[in-house]
């Protein structure tokens, strides 16, 4: 059994940790989903990112409301749910990172020849 104490400040990391990267993750998709079919591309990439990004965050949040009930009953535990939320928040981070890469990333255009 853990103290109030030592508890509160312990879930506001827990919640931070698996939430955070997933809303990162599904506000850059959905910014470089908009910036795509404005230029009249396929963003099927970036849906999909839309898509995996807010069901990690909907089980996420799920693992944490759980966390939440479990504390106030005096018996949370960490098990197989949160390794699996803590895989979900790895993943939406990377996905995040990865959507800000290409962001930045300039196509490549053919040199002109000089004749």
């Known amino acids: 059994m853990t103290s109030a104490q030592s508890a509160l400040p312990a879930f506001y ?3 931070t940790v698996f939430c955070g990267p997933p809303i990162l993750g ?3 998709c959905l910014r470089r989903l908009h910036y795509t079919r404005q230029r009249g591309r396929n963003g099927n ?3 999909a990112g839309v898509v995996a990004s807010g069901a990690a965050l909907l089980f996420n949040v799920g693992v944490c409301i759980a966390t939440a009930r479990g504390i106030t009953t005096g018996g949370a535990e960490f098990g197989p749910p949160h390794a699996m939320a803590l895989a979900l928040s790895w993943f939406s981070f990377w996905l995040w990172i990865t959507v ?3 962001r930045y ?3 490549r255009r053919p040199r002109r020849r000089i004749s």
């Open 105 to 107: 990333r300039r196509p």
């Open 100 to 102: 800000l890469v290409i």
């Open 45 to 47: 990439w970036y849906l």
């Open 13 to 15: 990391i827990l919640v």
């Open 26 to 28: 599904l506000l850059a």
